[in-house]
T-cell receptor
Framework: DQQVKQNSPSLSVQEGRISILNCDYT??????FLWYKKYPAEGPTFLIS?????DKNEDGRFTVFLNKSAKHLSLHIVPSQPGDSAVYFC?????????????FGTGTRLQVTL | KAGVTQTPRYLIKTRGQQVTLSCSPI?????VSWYQQTPGQGLQFLFE???????NKGNFPGRFSGRQFSNSRSEMNVSTLELGDSALYLC????????????FGQGTRLTVV
């Protein structure tokens, strides 16, 4: 049972444009969400997170939006750069982020083209 | 500040053997979690250790076990290896307390032949 879903396995975006990565979840106990970026042969790197008490969190070029009623979150990258090309994982946890277990989606491979 | 260190980076083992992977967390972090990444299943939680105690466990068979030492370093052991155990094994460390992200190591690539 996949509790966190990333339905788009891949996404291609032109440099300078907006990249939008989507994530859906089914477990209503999740109340803290994170995005990780992963390059081949490396561990995931934390990007940005959001608590369920917010609907938006912004950090530089990265913004995460949370729609609790739809159980949906998205990561916006503006403007997209070639170095953003990587696999992006959405993750969720409970207890406002203090729970130890992260449940990951299967990832979306982003390719930013010149 | 040094990051999470996992050793070895690569490992090849034969079916039926056992393997031990090591993880040194970020200094001061007492929580260490282990994840398995496979192409079909994505990143799946194995278990978490905090202050030498297993605090949470994922849905993996008993062949997968771990432990944590007093210096917070952790080891993961897989016995009676199967071909399906071939994966990237990732370790993550977290600071205790308020919401915080997990910091991952580079992983150990295990290949079972």
């Amino acid at each position: 049972d996949q509790q966190v879903k990333q339905n788009s396995p891949s996404l291609s975006v032109q440099e300078g444009r907006i990249s939008i990565l989507n994530c859906d979840y089914t477990n209503s106990m999740f109340d803290y969400f994170l995005w990780y970026k992963k390059y081949p042969a490396e561990g995931p790197t934390f990007l940005i997170s959001i608590s369920s008490i917010k609907d938006k969190n912004e950090d530089g070029r990265f913004t995460v939006f949370l729609n609790k009623s739809a159980k949906h979150l998205s990561l916006h990258i503006v403007p997209s750069q070639p170095g953003d090309s990587a696999v992006y994982f959405c993750a969720a946890t409970g207890n406002t982020g203090t729970a130890s277990k992260l449940t990951f989606g299967t990832g979306t491979r982003l390719q930013v083209t010149l | 500040k040094a990051g999470v260190t996992q050793t070895p980076r690569y490992l090849i083992k034969t079916r039926g053997q056992q393997v031990t992977l090591s993880c040194s967390p970020i200094s001061g972090h007492r929580s260490v979690s282990w994840y398995q990444q496979t192409p079909g299943q994505g990143l799946q939680f194995l278990f978490e250790y905090f202050s030498e105690t297993q605090r949470n466990k994922g849905n993996f068979p008993g062949r997968f076990s771990g432990r944590q030492f007093s210096n917070s370093r952790s080891e993961m052991n897989v016995s009676t290896l199967e071909l399906g155990d071939s994966a990237l094994y990732l370790c993550a460390s977290r600071a205790q307390g308020s919401p915080t992200e997990a910091f991952f190591g580079q992983g150990t690539r295990l290949t079972v032949v």
